[in-house]
Structures are given as C-alpha cells and as structure tokens.
Nanobody, 119 residues
Framework: QVQLGESGGGSVQAGGSLRLSCQAS????????IGWFRQAPGKERELLAA????????YYADTVKGRFTISRDNARNTVHLQMNSLKPEDSAVYYC????????????WGQGTQVTVSS
C-alpha cells in the first residue's frame, strides 16, 4: 500500500512557475513509479511526467517537455514537478500517482491540487 499527498498548487500568471510536491509513504520506494497527471474540466486525464524511484529514468509528455521537470528526493520520499513557462491551458487539477514497476496501472492516487494560470 502506498499513500500519496500533493502540495504546491496555486494561482500564477502566464509565464510564471510553480513547483508541486508529492510525498509518498508505504511500500518500497525502489519498486514503484511516480507519475504526475492533470485533468481539466471536460478533458481526459493526461499523464505529464513519470520517474522511476530508484533510478534516473524519466518520461515527459510532448505538451510539457522542455517546460516541466520531474525530480525526486530519495531521503524525503518526495517527487517534485517543477513547472516553468506556465500557460493558461496548463490550468487543471494535478495528481500524483504510483504504480508498481513492470505494471501498467497507476494504482495509488493523491487527492489532487489545483493549478490555475491566468493570462
């Protein structure tokens, strides 16, 4: 069982930055992948970035590549999503989620944090 909690959302003007954090507890950190998702009203949930806890492998969606950076703090079991050059279309509820390595389904989810980017 893995518990996740996000923090760091808020409101920012276009071009600004925010850093989201995902605190993980439970399970064996080297055995799961942490992903950041977002969902805007009326849109499908979108995987933005993922990181293998215990390695340096990362994934980025094309929509955020070059603007967002995922990183981890192993000592604190925390994964960050640094978001730069934010656009109004980045406004959404952002979630972190975890899946076991070698599986397809993100099984554990945080409660979500709202990000609002104004023009």
């Amino acid at each position: 069982q893995v518990q996740l909690g996000e923090s760091g959302g808020g409101s920012v003007q276009a071009g600004g930055s925010l850093r989201l954090s995902c605190q993980a507890s439970g399970g064996t950190p080297s055995m799961y992948v942490i992903g950041w998702f977002r969902q805007a009203p009326g849109k499908e949930r979108e995987l933005l970035a993922a990181i293998y806890v215990g390695s340096t492998s990362t994934y980025y969606a094309d929509t955020v590549k070059g603007r967002f950076t995922i990183s981890r703090d192993n000592a604190r079991n925390t994964v960050h999503l640094q978001m730069n050059s934010l656009k109004p279309e980045d406004s959404a509820v952002y979630y972190c989620a975890a899946k076991w390595r070698g599986t397809d389904e993100y099984k554990y989810w945080g409660q979500g944090t709202q990000v609002t980017v104004s023009s």
